[in-house]
């Protein structure tokens, strides 16, 4: 393990496996009050507030996760309230990729209202590892970053190319652990960007061609995910 501004960087296996094991023992009655309340008040504001299906991470090794299906709320709840972590302990788990174009990296800037990281710069997509079409018995790290892909950028599968899992990364606060994977597209930055403000979602204000890979890491508002990444593909 080593650090980069702050956060836990775990290296990984290229094909990292994934083991699911039943949830723990559900929280005390005060803390699950607490997740509770939080959750009400972000729906009041926020109606279309989903409590879908998360992993979360419990022993992350350079060739395996072990970890749990979670609701999302008491995730969300961990997030706007950090203190709650040594009751509910949820490393929710995501994936976030190195985007290599033709012409450089491509980061997205998150939006400056997001609840994770707004305002930050980092390479895309990024997002939950969720449960889909009702499926939990299995989990394909590839398949959900393609997802994101389509979901954030608008491009489809037949685009782009999952490669290698490079590491993991804890946040220091919110412990979400990116697993980072190496991308690439052969389209070259303006096709991507043309295809994002078509077709993409709103998880980003704008995304930019990065092709000095010093500048990126001496950059303050980068995510430690991408800087981890960079300094590991071009060590």
């Not at 033709?102 to 980092?122: C, E």
Request: with cysteine; glycine share 4%.
């Amino acid at each position: 393990m080593t650090m980069q501004d702050g956060w836990q960087v775990f290296p990984m296996q290229p094909d990292v496996e994934i083991e699911i094991r039943p949830a723990p023992d559900p929280a005390a009655p005060p803390v699950q009050q607490r997740v509770e309340a939080l959750w009400a008040a972000a729906v009041a504001q926020n109606p279309q507030l989903y409590n879908g299906r998360i992993f979360c991470a419990d022993v992350v090794e350079a060739d395996r996760i072990i970890g749990h299906w979670s609701d999302y709320r008491p995730a969300f709840a961990q997030m706007k309230d950090p203190n709650l972590y040594p009751a509910l302990k949820l490393r929710p788990l995501a994936v976030n990729g190195l985007f290599h174009a033709a012409d450089g990296i491509v980061l997205g800037r998150r939006k400056r209202r997001s609840l994770y990281l707004g305002a930050w710069r980092q390479s895309v997509p990024s997002g939950s590892v969720e449960a889909r079409a009702d499926d939990e018995a299995s989990i394909d790290l590839h398949a959900q970053i393609l997802v994101e892909i389509e979901e954030e950028l608008g491009l489809t599968a037949d685009l782009v190319k999952p490669q290698r899992c490079l590491l993991a990364c804890e946040h220091e606060l919110t412990h979400i652990v990116d697993i980072g994977i190496e991308l690439h597209c052969s389209l070259p930055f303006s096709e991507i960007e043309h295809i994002w403000r078509e077709r993409g979602n709103d998880e980003y204000e704008a995304l930019e061609r990065m092709d000095d890979i010093e500048r990126i890491l001496n950059a303050p508002d980068v995510v430690p995910t991408t800087k981890a990444m960079l300094k590991m593909v071009h060590a």
